[in-house]
Nanobody, 123 residues
Framework: QVQLVESGGGLVQAGGSLRLSCAAS????????MGWFRQAPGKEREFVAA????????YYADSVKGRFTVSRDNAKNTVYLQINSLKPEDTAVYYC????????????????WGQGTQVTVSS
């Protein structure tokens, strides 16, 4: 059974930083592209970042470029999202997802999803 478990969310002041983690089990992690999404209250879920399974190439939504960094550690079956210079509009539940390629993730599609971790940014 595939499980994706996010952690690292919390309450932080604007300008602060967080590192989210997503630990995967039940799948061959190195064969999957991994992505991060977020959903703010009253809004649709949106793509945030993705990292490929082979080259580790990364992709970002325009709204987070330069502030968010996605990385992965295949030895630990974990993908990370480093979030810097947090803004109140970054407040959302952050989800990780897995699928076979980053193009699919960038279309908002994932084969497996985590339960999410809440990030709240105070002004």
């Amino acid at each position: 059974q595939v499980q994706l478990v996010e952690s690292g969310g919390g309450l932080v002041q604007a300008g602060g930083s967080l590192r989210l983690s997503c630990a995967a089990s039940g799948l061959i992690f190195s064969n999957y592209a991994m992505g991060w999404f977020r959903q703010a209250p009253g809004k649709e879920r949106e793509f945030v970042a993705a990292i490929g399974w082979s080259t580790g190439r990364t992709y970002y939504a325009d709204s987070v470029k330069g502030r968010f960094t996605v990385s992965r550690d295949n030895a630990k079956n974990t993908v990370y999202l480093q979030i810097n210079s947090l803004k109140p509009e970054d407040t959302a539940v952050y989800y990780c997802a897995a699928t076979y390629n980053t193009a699919t993730l960038r279309r908002g599609i994932g084969d497996y999803w985590g339960q999410g971790t809440q990030v709240t940014v105070s002004s």
